[in-house]
């Protein structure tokens, strides 16, 4: 098992290129690409930005808890209002996208749309299944077990599960 140190680093890390994600995935789609800033463009983006935004605030909460000794995931309340709100944000937000993508196919759209969609992806990731395996040894728990409940996932059913007195 690795050192709280080493996991520290790692969860302070993964905060990180989660919120660098932000200005740099803009910057390769909008300018790089020159996908125009439509609003179903636009809209899309804002939900993927929006996941990743959560999956900075989780990696520093479970960095919190590492670095404190708490045995309760901080901000375990407001991951489990996302859980529930999220997708009906991301439903009403893939429909303007998907009519948008329908309505005039093509550079002005398609992009949000697969914005859009790859939220979709990252709330399953967080608040459901894990879908991204970037180390060694998830990829070798995932060739042996097959997929996972997402990192979130789990900690919020293990709250849930101990009850609001270790929410503090």
Partial sequence: MA???????R???LAALELLNIPLQAWVWFTVAGFPATAANLTGFA???????QGAAYWTAKGRRLATGRTGLPAARAFAVA???NPVLLTASTGFTLWAAVSAPGRGSLPGLAFALFAWLEQINYFHVQLMYDNAADLRRFRAHGF??????????RERRSGPSRQR
């Avoid at 050192?3 to 680093?9: C, I, M, Q, T």
């Avoid at 939900?47 to 935004?53: D, H, Q, R």
């Fill in 3 to 9: 050192r709280p140190d080493h996991l520290l680093r």
């Fill in 83 to 85: 859980r529930v709100a």
């Fill in 11 to 13: 969860l302070r890390s």
């Fill in 148 to 157: 996972r409940r997402g990192p979130l996932a789990r900690n919020l059913a």
């Fill in 47 to 53: 939900l993927v930005a929006l996941l990743l935004v």
